[in-house]
DNA sequence: CTGAAAGCGCTTACAG
DNA sequence: CTGAAAGCGCTTACAG
C-alpha cells in the first residue's frame, strides 16, 4: 500500500532516478524509447510526482488566483462565473489553483508569504478595486501575472485582458443617438471600482461629443435600493424621462426593468433598458434584458493560455488585449432602433 | 535577498532547529520564554515556514473543494455564492484552497494522485450529481471531509451539512395546504441532481398525505426554455391553473415569474411563486420573489469550522447536520395567505 | 525542555 | 543519452 516513488519507476524501468526525472522535467535529454518506457512503468506504478518534493526543489505548478472584491460587499456574477473556468483550464494544463478573495492585511500576509517562498509558479489577478497593492508586489517578484481588467497603467507591466471599457460604451452610446435616441442615461456603479469609471468616462465622452443633451448620470453605488430610488425619482419628472438607459452592468440592468415596471412604465416599449456584460440572468427576466455582451468564457481561456505561455517560456509578457463585444438584442429595448 | 529558513531564525534565536521547528508543530514541548522569542526573531527576519518543505514531511494545510456538477451545463448562484466564503474561512484559519470543478475522467486523476501522495489534510465536497466515486475515494483513504449536500447514504461515513430537502420542502407545502391554498404545483430540476430528487419527494409526500389533488409537476429541467413551455401549458387551460407554484430553486422561481408575466398572469395576484434558496437574485426581480431561504454563508462557515476540528483533533466525525431555514415572504405570494 | 541527525521525494549540476 | 550524488527546508524519533 505504500506509494510508488520515483526510486520505483527507476528499478522497475532499469533506468536511473535521473533519467525518470528527466522524463517529466526535460523530456528532450531522454531517447523516444527510454522514455515510452519509463512512462508505461509508470502508468503502471500509478505513479505521480509528489509536488511537495518538486516545489522543494524550485518546480511548483501552484497558481494564485487573485480577487480583490469583497464577497461580503455584493455579488459579482461575472467574476463568479469566470472562477470555474479558470480552474478548469489550468487543471487541463496541469496547474492546481489556488484563489484568495479579499486580500486584506492577513491575506496579503499568506499570499507574501507564498511568493517570497516561490511557491507559485503564476498568478491571474482579478482587477476591481483600485488597490494594487498585491499586482505590484507580483510584477516586483518577477512572477508571470495576467490581469483581468482593463488597466492602463499597467500594460507595459503585466500582461492585461478585458473588454475596452471606455471605448466600448462610447461606441454603443453614438450608436444609439446615430440611431435617433435624443436622450440618454446611464447607471454609474461605485466608482471606486476601475470598471465603473471606465464605463461613466465612455459615457461622457460621447454624450459631450454629440451634445445633444446634458449626462444623466444616476446611481453611482452598488446597492440595489439606491439605484431603485434614482430610478424612481427619474421617471417621477415626466418631462425628463430618457429613452434609454444604459447601466454600467446587467445587475444593474435588471434593477431597473424591476424599478421600471412597478411604476408601470414598460421596457422596450416606453423606454429601453441596456445592460453590460451578457450574463445569463439577463434572459431569466421579463422583459428580457439587452446587452452589450462579451464572453467570459474567452476571457478565462485567453488569461489561462497567455499565462502557460509566460511560465513555458519563461518569459514577462505585457500588454493590453482587448477582447470584442457583442451587442445583443432584445425585448428591452425597441427592436426597429438598434437592429438597423 | 535570500530567503529566510529555519536555520536562520535557530541561529539568530541561539536555539536548534528543532526548537524553532516545534514552536510551529509543538508549542507544547516549547518553554514559554524560548516560544516568543523564536516567534520575535522570525518575525523579524519575516520567516514562513515553506510548505514545500512541510508537505514533504507529511505536513500540508491544502484543502480541496471538490464541485462535482458542470459548471458549461448551467449556472449554479448557491455553489458559486458559497466558494468565497469557504475561501475567506479556510484562508483565516491558515489553510489554502484548491478547488476542482466537474471531475471527470483527467481531474479525477489529479486527484487521486493529490489524496493518495497525501497532499491535501481536508477536503470538502460540494454533492451534486450522483456520481460520487470522489466521496467514496475521499473516504476510502480517511481524509477528513465535509459533504454540502443532504446524503442519507452517507451520513455514517462522512459529515453532511445542508438544509434537510425533502422534510422542508413538505413542510412548506404543507402550510400552504393549511393556509387555504387548493392547488400547489411544483416546478422540478433534473432529477439526476440529488437535490432535486429530494425537494420532488417532499412535495409528493405532502400531496399525497393531503390527497387535495393529484401531484402537478413540470420541468424535470435545467433548461429555461423547457420550464417556460411547460408553464406556458399549465396555464393555457384555464381549469388547471393551480394557486400556487414551488420551484425547485430560486433561478427556476425566476424562470417562472418572466414566464407568466409574459402571459400576463400576475405573480403574487393571480397565481403565487415559491422559489427555494433566498439568493440575492430574487429581491432584483418584479415581483420579488418569495422564497424558502437558507444562509450558505452560514453553511459555509459551518462545513469549515467542522473540517478544521476534524483536522485538529485528528478524529473523522460523521453525522448530518441540518441547518433552518426561514420563509422570505415576498410579492410573488399572496400576503394575507402565509404571514397569517 | 532542548538538540544532533536522518530522511521525506524529488531536481539538476556535473561527469562520463 | 544516462547516472551517482548533493541538497532543497523542513519534521520527528531518539537521546539527553
Redesign the interface.
Known sequence: MK?NGIRDVAKMAGVSITTVSFVYNNPDRVKEDTRKLVLDVAKKL?Y?P????S??RGK?NLITLI?NFN?DEQ?H?TI??A???I??HL??LGY???????PEE??TM?LN??I????ICGSIFMASKKNMKLLDLLIEKNIPTVVIGDLENYSNKVFCIDIDNSKEIKNLVNKLYKLGYKKIAYVSGNIDYIVCEQRLKGYYDSVKENNIHSPIVLGYTED?EKIKQDIKKLISNKKDIPDVIICKDD?KG??V???L??NNIFPGIDIGVIGIGGI??S????PNLSSLSFSIKNISKLAVKNLNDMIINNKIISGQKYIKTKFLFKESLKEKSINS
Open positions: 506509494k500509478n505521480t509528489d509536488f511537495n518534493a516545489g522543494l511548483t480577487v464577497v455579488s456574477p463568479s462565473e472562477i470555474p473556468h480552474s478548469k487543471t487541463a492546481y489553483l489556488i484563489p484568495f478573495f479579499e492577513k491575506e499568506y508569504s507564498i517570497s517562498n516561490k511557491q440595489a445587475i435588471i434593477y426593468i424591476s424599478e415596471l412597478r445569463s440572468a434572459e431569466y427576466i421579463y
